[in-house]
Nanobody, 109 residues
Framework: VQLVESGGDLVRPGGSLRLSCAAS???????IDWYRQAPGKGREWVGF???????DYADSVKGRFTISRDSAKNTVYLQMKRLKIEDTAVYYC?????WGPGTQVTVSS
C-alpha cells in the first residue's frame, strides 16, 4: 500500500483547502485516517472515513472539515474550511499502518 498526500498550501485564516490522499495497492471502500502534526507537537488525529463511508472527526475540526472519497480515482479528500492558524501542520493520511509523506498546510495572515 502506498499513500501520497497533496494539496497543502499557504492560506489565510478563514480560507479553505482540499487535501488529497491518493492510494495505490488497495481498491474499494477502504478506511483512511487523517492525522496532522504541528511544529513542536505530537501527531494529532483529525478524522476518518470507514469502509461503509461512516465518518468521525476530532472536536477541534468538527463542522469545518469534511472527509470524502472518489472511488473511481482511488482518492480520499479532506476538505478544510474556515481554517485557523492553529490548523497549521503537516497532514498525513494512513491505512493499516501505511503512511504517506505528508503535505504542509500553513495558515497565516
Amino acid at each position: 500500500v502506498q499513500l501520497v498526500e497533496s494539496g497543502g498550501d499557504l492560506v489565510r485564516p478563514g480560507g479553505s483547502l482540499r487535501l488529497s490522499c491518493a492510494a495505490s495497492g488497495i481498491t474499494g471502500n477502504y478506511a483512511i485516517d487523517w492525522y496532522r502534526q504541528a511544529p513542536g507537537k505530537g501527531r494529532e488525529w483529525v478524522g476518518f472515513i470507514g469502509s461503509a463511508d461512516q465518518r468521525d472527526y476530532a472536536d477541534s475540526v468538527k463542522g469545518r472539515f469534511t472527509i470524502s472519497r472518489d472511488s473511481a480515482k482511488n482518492t480520499v479528500y479532506l476538505q478544510m474550511k474556515r481554517l485557523k492558524i492553529e490548523d497549521t501542520a503537516v497532514y498525513y493520511c494512513t491505512h493499516l499502518g501505511a503512511w504517506g509523506p505528508g503535505t504542509q498546510v500553513t495558515v497565516s495572515s
